[in-house]
């Protein structure tokens, strides 16, 4: 039998505030555990927390990004459960009421577009960490992250592929970063999300039975464990067995989901309005000013790169999934402003050699650095060859290529009367070749041009070697 997966996923995006949603504590990621906790993070009797507004401003921002309806009326709400991170026996989220609502996102995967909705962006606080290390009996609590400030954006169950999950994940994590609400860093927990999974018979219209994949935070651990999930519910499912709902996590180290809880409903957390906060209370006009204050978004800009540009949808998309890199190209153009060229080499050098988009601030070679060796080979100076070579030698140095190149002596050879004695050294070194180049064998033309560079140390400007070992083997 057939099988198809129908998935949601639950995006949990961490504020870009400097203080916490309830209390001015540090949001700073990295220090020392309970350093930044405060009796309020420490859910001490009779505190009271107050709502940070730019916690407000940035979930509105964000849900206007994703094409929601902000709700003027919003509710916090206490979702109860026990864990030894949450001191006080609650967390504060939004549950009947929340921020917005009814939301979507275009995708792309496999080349085709897809509208995926979005259910709801909603406001709450994080928990804290608990830490299992250095002790195999211990486990010790960091509240430094209780109450950091938290989005949680709720898509519809309208992803059916692994591809459609990431490239949802993918774009959801650019907007968030362009606007400037969620550093997208995925490997510290700012951004990381639960996956809801089922399958069911390919055709039937009743959904299966899903599972809940817990705190995934990378996109390649996305497509493993929903790829792993998949496998698990049609083998079951296959052998005549139910699918349990359950919350499970995923082992990065195995490629395996394995069971954490029963998956718990909503009653089980006992939701109700938060009596220590008020309702949260935002007029049209406030909001109408965030939309026409959102700057420019990757699907917006990729389009202005195709017209104003003239590159490839497949640049400009590469080129603006990161805000960082767009704006190292659009940088580079105002010093040489040669849009494809300008793409080639961020595309397939300057990306080579960082880790993670946000890298791209703090690269060695700036764009005016990487125009100024691209005017080099423009005015022959270097040759596009001896420029990879430059470039690799500014990344590890951060030297300018103007530098590099005089330091070692490598300026192209684009004089005419050298480059032809050179051209005339090599054919009467080699006269049985050119003898048969003039024969016939038009491929020896490839075998000079290697030997005149050589000859050069690959100074020699290619151009002029292929159209003087032409005329010079003619007059032989």
Not at 176 to 186: H, T
Not at 384 to 392: C, L, N, P, R, T
Not at 399 to 407: F, G, L, P, T, Y
Request: glycine fraction near 6%; hydrophobic fraction near 35%; proline fraction near 4%.
């Amino acid at each position: 039998m057939e099988y198809e997966p129908t998935i949601g996923l639950e995006v949990h995006a961490q504020l870009l505030t400097h203080s916490k949603i309830f209390c001015s504590c540090s949001t700073r990621f990295g220090a020392k555990p309970n350093s930044q906790v405060c009796p309020i993070c420490l859910g001490m009797p009779g505190v009271l927390p107050v709502l940070n507004e730019k916690v407000l401003e940035y979930a509105v921002r964000a849900a206007a990004a994703a094409n929601c309806k902000v709700s003027n009326r919003s509710r916090f709400a206490r979702k109860n459960y026990f864990y030894p991170d949450l001191p006080k026996g609650y967390q504060i989220s939004q549950y009947e009421e929340p921020l917005s609502t009814k939301g979507w996102l275009e995708i792309e995967s496999n080349g085709s577009k897809k509208r995926i909705g979005i259910t709801r962006i909603h406001i709450e606080e994080d928990a804290g960490k608990l830490i299992h290390e250095n002790s195999k009996n211990l486990s010790y609590v960091d509240l430094n992250r209780a109450g950091v400030p938290l989005i949680e954006i709720v898509s519809e169950p309208e992803i059916s592929t692994l591809d459609e999950a990431v490239s949802y994940m993918k774009k959801l994590r650019s907007i968030l970063m362009y606007l400037g609400v969620c550093d997208g860093n995925m490997e510290e927990g700012s951004l990381r999300c639960d996956a809801n999974i089922s399958v069911r018979p390919k055709g039937d219209d009743e959904l299966g039975t899903k599972s809940e994949i817990k705190n995934i935070n990378s996109f390649k651990f996305i497509y493993k464990a929903l790829e792993y999930e998949i496998k698990r519910h049609i083998m079951l499912l296959e052998n005549g067995e139910k699918v349990i709902q359950e919350t499970r996590l995923f082992d990065s180290n195995r490629n395996v989901t394995f069971s954490m809880r029963s998956k718990e409903e909503a009653q089980d957390y006992r939701y109700f309005p938060d009596p220590d906060l008020l309702p949260v209370l935002v007029e049209d006009e406030w909001i109408e000013m965030i939309e026409k204050s959102l700057p420019e978004l990757p699907d917006e800009r990729r389009d202005r790169f195709v017209k104003g540009y003239e590159i490839p949808a497949y640049d400009a998309g590469v080129l603006t999934a990161s805000k960082e890199i767009a704006d190292y190209f659009e940088d580079s153009l105002k010093y040489f402003n040669k849009p494809k060229v300008v793409s080639n080499w961020i595309m397939n050098e300057v990306l080579r050699e960082i880790k993670s988009d946000e890298e791209i601030t703090s690269f060695k070679v700036s764009p005016q650095n990487l125009s100024e060796l691209l005017n080099l080979v423009e005015d022959g100076t270097i040759s596009g060859k001896i420029a990879k070579d430059v470039f690799s030698e500014m990344v590890l140095s951060g030297k300018r290529a103007n530098e590099i190149v005089s330091e070692k002596g490598i300026k192209q050879i684009s004089d005419h009367s050298e480059i032809e004695e050179i051209v005339r050294e090599v054919i009467e070194r080699n006269p049985n070749e050119a003898s048969r180049y003039m024969a016939g064998e038009q491929k020896l033309l490839g075998f000079f041009i290697g030997q005149v560079m050589k000859a050069s140390k690959g100074k020699a400007n290619p151009k002029l070697v292929n159209e003087t070992l032409k005329k010079k083997l003619l007059e032989r």
